[in-house]
């Protein structure tokens, strides 16, 4: 295999501190966040101008990058919001503002000229024409369309010179056009393009009839439904998963690689980051092994992973009730250390004390401790039989590997 020792950056998504945290403990080079309004995460928790502050500073002390995304497609009204963000943000040293709307990227270049900008998905590139355009308007990266095949990104990556190329390997997609989508805006009145998607793809629908006739076509049924049962999530896309094809992606100078995934939850994130920062790594060590991660995802998947466009025939990888029975459900995060073989945990599932555990650490690690080796605790020292969900409980173990910002999973 021709190995190429620069890997490309690993991008990942932070709705919160929290995220942001996990994101870097598990390898990400770089994490993309937003404020609480102008990015299409609006219902983030994000990042108040302080918290910025604290984000930049804990991702130095990973030798990591932030990305601060401002690419919401404004309304008029929501132009002098613009403007104040940018005042804010411009002092406040952020590696890259992600931007969309071209008024936008203008007044960035005008109040925060010192910042570089990348182009976010919803400008929905496609080819050279438009990349040089954007670098002729100061933009240093560009995300592909997802819409985009693999001989597409191939003829775009041969051609272009002097910014560099950014695409979506992991995550949820969307039935329109990278997010350009009104049905949220006609059923909720709440815009996607704002940041305020209610996301009613993802809703049940009953279909009345199973059997779709376009008007120019009569007496053939274009679209069919097949019912299951009661009502059906009939618009919600699969999701994307490319972690097979990380080589054909370095081999092919893409500069970064990126994670869909902003209000999902710490625990996917973890596992996601692990597994692409895990396949890079073992690309570079020439031990690439996609069945591996694979087999990872699936345990965390809800909708079924695909190739997306990127083949011209999709691949499926897994189906979600293919996996239900293996699935490890996640039972805790480590807050912090207490004492020596104390740690503090956060509950996230109910967590009957004597099943055997795994430790879900990085590099794909995830080491055995069977139950008679630990015990849990409440938080006045009590021992506890089971943690339930919610709590904070004190998990006592002599496990050399067990660390804070890791997670804690069960081994059936």
């Known amino acids: ?32 966040l937003g404020g609480s309004e102008l990015n299409l995460r609006s219902k983030a928790r994000g990042f108040s101008p302080a918290g910025l502050v604290r984000a930049v500073s804990l991702a130095r002390k990973y030798n990591a990058r932030i990305y ?63 990349i040089n355009f954007w670098k002729d308007q100061g933009i240093k990266r560009v995300n592909l369309a997802r819409e985009l095949g693999m001989n597409d990104i191939k003829d775009i990556s041969a051609g272009v010179r002097g910014i560099e190329l950014e695409t979506f390997v992991h995550g949820a997609m969307c039935m329109a056009i990278s997010g350009r989508c009104f049905l949220s805006a006609y059923l909720n009145s709440r815009s996607a393009n704002q940041g305020l998607c209610a ?70 994130l973890a596992i996601v980051t692990d597994v692409y920062r895990t396949a890079l790594d073992d690309f570079a060590r020439n031990q690439f092994n996609p069945f591996k991660y694979l087999e990872e995802l699936s345990l965390i998947s809800t909708r079924p992973m695909t190739s997306g466009f990127f083949l011209k025939k999709r691949m499926y990888f897994t189906d979600p009730r293919m996996v239900q029975g293996r699935r490890k459900k996640i039972l805790a995060a480590i807050l ?24 879900v650490l990085p590099g794909l690690k995830r080491p055995v401790i069977p139950g008679a080796k630990y015990s849990l605790e409440n938080e006045a020292g009590l021992k506890t039989p089971t943690a339930h969900s919610g709590m904070n409980a004190v998990f006592c173990c002599e496990h050399e590997l067990v660390r804070e910002n890791f997670f804690i999973r069960a081994n059936i």
């Open 199 to 268: 996301h009613p793809c993802r809703y049940e629908y009953k279909p009345v009839a199973l059997d779709f006739e376009e008007k120019t076509r009569p007496g053939y049924a274009l679209w069919s439904l097949e019912q299951e049962e009661n009502h059906s999530k009939i618009f919600s896309a699969d999701d994307l998963c490319l972690v097979k094809y990380l080589p054909w992606f370095i081999r092919n100078n893409i500069h970064c690689l990126k994670i869909e995934g902003r209000t999902k939850s710490v625990s996917y």
């Open 68 to 130: 601060y995304c401002l690419n919401a497609l404004p309304l008029q009204k929501d132009i002098p919001v613009v403007e104040a963000h940018l005042d804010q943000i411009s002092g406040l040293n952020p590696d890259a503002l992600i931007v969309a709307d071209p008024g936008v990227v203008n007044l960035a270049r005008k109040k925060a000229p010192g910042l570089n900008l990348h182009l976010s998905t919803q400008a929905n590139t496609c080819n050279l024409p438009s």
């Open 336 to 359: 912090r250390k207490i004492s020596d073989n104390k740690w503090l945990v956060q509950v996230k599932d109910k967590w009957p004390g004597s099943i055997d555990i795994e430790l």
């Open 1 to 32: 295999m021709d190995i190429n020792p620069k890997l490309p950056e690993l991008l990942c998504p932070a709705g919160d501190m929290e995220h942001l945290q996990i994101a870097l403990a598990y390898g990400a080079d770089a994490a993309y």
